[in-house]
């Protein structure tokens, strides 16, 4: 239960807290993260267009120019591996890369990077960078960079011209058709390979997928046939008698047809097999064409593989065609420069797309037979000479200049709203220090003048709470100096009754009789009274009050304290009552009261002896303000869901009117002001009460209407008195009050 309360407590002094919040844009950090974001903005701005102006252009030529040198060391390295098996002897064309572009080159292998060559000459290369700048693996290449230079992909293994699109052919066509450039397309993603060392297998067989092209329609088998690099010939290489032969064939078609008015040109492929392009000079549609058509020359001569062509076509047509098997379908004839046929059956396959599985099974075989022939992949890294990341370009001195005025600029700007805004928030808070100091000094004399700060926002209400505490300081020095006084006057006559009586007695003039004595000891007894309600508020204030909690049997304890009174009361002509029945009794406000009878496992736990004070205190402060014939009821209840115990203490007195309400419980109060008054009391008991229910947990109020009466009101919570009953301390011995 009291973790209940604590945890009620706690959410609503949340709630207070978020709703005395004011919005973001009148409180102080809302104006701070206003002028932080607007100079911010303007950093931001002025950097970016510094940055704009004076790096683009660098920027742009220092691109192109890395771009190019890259393109070229991956091309050079592509073809060492094309036309390798290994790259064991690429160390001298790593070091001339290196001296030729000022960079540092080095190719390390795939998986365990390990190094194959570096053009870095220290003992202990430096790092190199987490991500490499390209791949090189000749069955593989980065289109991106490789159509930078010439000879890049695209073009056929053995004529060096470019790829024709492959398809079905009949078979008188060996020449295929005109060829057109090849625009790179991004491939599907390939499948894993099952044979180690072989490259992975682009399984779209059977996939009806077109690619668009600025030639056409491509399928992704045929795009994918752009990854070899053409110089990776493998099997396809010819011996030097080959060459040879082929040589001397291809000079005398050459002078057939310039006998026939053909300008011819005789190119070597990657394989050293020949071939002729030829240019008609009366127009130009027919320039850069395979010269198959005249047969005056004897081109199937040349177009004839020798003995080591025809072993390696042989072995790309059982691989083809194994694939082709393996999905179901027919089986082609590849000829030498990649195309196909396949009898009478190629009109309908390239009718029903069947063409598209032949690409990709072909595609497959040559990455198949191609393996073993070239380099295996390797990453190329390609960083400064010192390892570290290369600078782009440097700040000219006009640039830097450029950047020191505006970095001055903003600082100035910075600088200016800074103090404007500052000097506004730091002026309310010099007026604040001022009026400490002020107060501590007291050159303000009894008269506090409050500090005048707009009130809309977090310092104006530290101004205004600023002042309320001011204010309370003044009244609380105030009833101070008339404590002091009252103090005095108050100790003064009972201490000079009883010192004349007593000189009197001494000196034989007064006879120490007992009535003598009796008033005497009452005046002992009112200073007595005085005494232990400044020693009460004393422990209370140094949190050394303690209480000594028992079960207390209400009905008991009001008897009592009513007995106690009931002397006063009488001769004051006031009717004074205890109520702890389900009897209605009318109050200030008009309404019947509510009442139950206190069954006694109920009795509330706290310490009979000062809640006998408690209540002792407002009955006599009732009776001492109350008229002959008017009543005092003491009356006992229970309310709320926990059956809280509250008692009442009613008058039908003067009342207190509500501008003095708020000042009941202060100590030295009172509402008559007259030193002579009728009243009487020092002024303190009503503070007692107060510290004696918050010692219990408890809470006390007051309501009053002027003429009608005053009612002040105890509410014991039965949650600590169970707390009390189950604690450490419900052995009965005495524990502090919480201070």
């Not at 005395?20 to 100079?39: H, I, M, Q, T, W």
């Not at 040349?302 to 065609?321: F, G, Q, V």
């Not at 209400?461 to 105030?478: G, S």
Request: include cysteine.
């Amino acid at each position: 239960m009291p973790r209940r309360e604590r945890r009620r407590g706690k959410r609503a002094e949340r709630r207070a807290e978020r709703g005395s919040r004011l919005p973001l844009r009148k409180s102080l950090l809302g104006r701070f993260l206003a002028v932080s974001a607007l100079v911010a903005a303007c950093s931001v701005a002025a950097t970016a267009w510094i940055a704009v102006q004076t790096t683009s252009g660098a920027i742009e030529q220092e691109q192109g120019r890395a771009i190019a040198d890259d393109a070229r060391v991956y091309d050079t390295l592509l073809a060492y591996g094309a036309t390798h098996a290994g790259w064991e002897g690429v160390q001298r064309t790593v070091d001339e890369l290196a001296e030729r572009t000022g960079r540092r080159v080095t190719l390390t292998t795939n998986e365990q990077r390990r190094p194959l060559a570096d053009s870095s000459d220290r003992a202990v290369p430096p790092a190199l960078p987490p991500h490499p700048s390209a791949v090189v693996n000749p069955l593989a290449v980065d289109t991106a960079l490789s159509g930078l230079t010439s000879g890049g992909p695209g073009t056929d293994p053995v004529t060096s011209r470019t790829t024709v699109t492959p398809g079905p052919v009949s078979e008188g066509d060996r020449g295929g058709p005109v060829p057109a450039p090849r625009t790179p397309f991004k491939e599907p993603a390939p499948a894993p390979s099952a044979r180690p060392g072989v490259p992975p297998r682009i399984d779209i067989a059977g996939s009806a997928e077109v690619l668009p092209s600025p030639q056409g329609e491509r399928t992704a088998a045929e795009l994918a046939a752009d990854r070899i690099d053409p110089r990776a010939v493998g099997p396809f290489a010819l011996s030097a008698a080959d060459r040879g032969v082929l040589r001397a064939l291809a000079e005398r078609q050459a002078r057939c047809y310039t006998d026939r008015g053909f300008t011819v040109t005789i190119v070597t492929g990657p394989s050293g097999r020949p071939r002729l392009e030829t240019e008609r000079p009366s127009t130009t549609a027919d320039r850069d064409v395979y010269v198959t058509d005249e047969p005056d020359c004897g081109t199937e001569a040349l177009a004839t593989p020798t003995a080591s062509e025809r072993k390696a076509l042989d072995t790309l047509n059982d691989l083809t065609n194994a694939c082709l098997d393996r999905q179901g379908h027919a089986e082609v004839e590849v000829a030498l420069d990649l195309t196909w046929s396949s009898g009478s059956r190629a009109a309908k396959s390239r009718a029903d797309g069947g063409d598209r599985p032949v690409a990709t099974c072909l595609e497959n075989a040559r990455l198949e037979q191609l393996a073993s022939h070239v380099a295996e992949p390797a990453l190329l890294f390609l960083t400064a000479p010192d390892g570290g990341a290369e600078s782009n370009f440097d700040l000219s001195p006009a640039n830097t200049a450029k950047i020191a005025g505006a970095a001055a600029l903003v600082l100035a700007l910075t600088v200016g709203v800074s103090v404007l805004a500052g000097t506004r928030l730091v002026r309310p808070l010099h007026a604040l220090t001022g009026a400490a100091r002020r107060m501590r000094d007291g050159t303000d004399g009894d008269r506090w003048t409050p500090v005048r700060v707009p009130a809309d926002s977090e310092i104006g209400r530290l101004a205004a709470a600023f002042n309320d505490m001011a204010a309370h300081r003044t009244r609380l020095e105030e009833q101070r100096k008339v404590m002091v006084s009252d103090v005095a006057h108050e100790l003064r006559t009972p201490l000079s009754t009883i010192r004349g009586w007593l000189e009197g007695a001494q000196d034989g003039v007064a006879e120490l009789d007992k009535a003598l004595v009796s008033s005497l000891l009452e005046e002992a007894v009112q200073l007595q009274h005085i005494i232990d309600d400044l020693q009460d508020l004393a422990e209370a204030d140094a949190g050394a009050l303690r209480l000594s909690p028992e079960p207390v049997r209400v009905t008991e304890l009001l008897t009592q304290v009513a007995a106690a009174h009931r002397t006063r009361a009488d001769a004051a002509g006031v009717t004074l009552t205890v109520r702890t029945e389900a009897d209605p009794v009318t109050g200030p406000g008009g309404g019947p009261g509510e009442s139950v009878t206190l069954p006694h496992h109920e009795d509330p736990w706290a310490d009979p002896v000062r809640l006998r004070q408690a209540v002792g205190n407002l009955v006599s402060n009732a009776i001492r303000h109350t008229p002959s014939g008017g009543e005092v009821c003491v009356r006992a209840l229970r309310r709320g869901p926990d059956g809280d115990l509250v008692v009442e203490v009613r008058d039908t007195g003067e009342g207190i009117s509500a501008e003095q309400l708020p000042y009941v419980f202060d100590r030295f109060w009172r509402a008559e002001k007259s030193r002579n008054r009728r009243t009487g009391g020092s002024g303190l008991g009503l503070a007692i009460v107060r510290r004696l229910m918050e010692a219990h947990g408890g809470t006390v109020d007051v309501s009053s209407v002027v003429g009608v009466g005053t009612v002040f009101t105890l509410w014991f919570p039965m949650a600590a008195r169970r707390d009390r009953a189950t604690g450490p301390d419900a052995d009965g011995r005495g524990v502090p009050a919480d201070g």
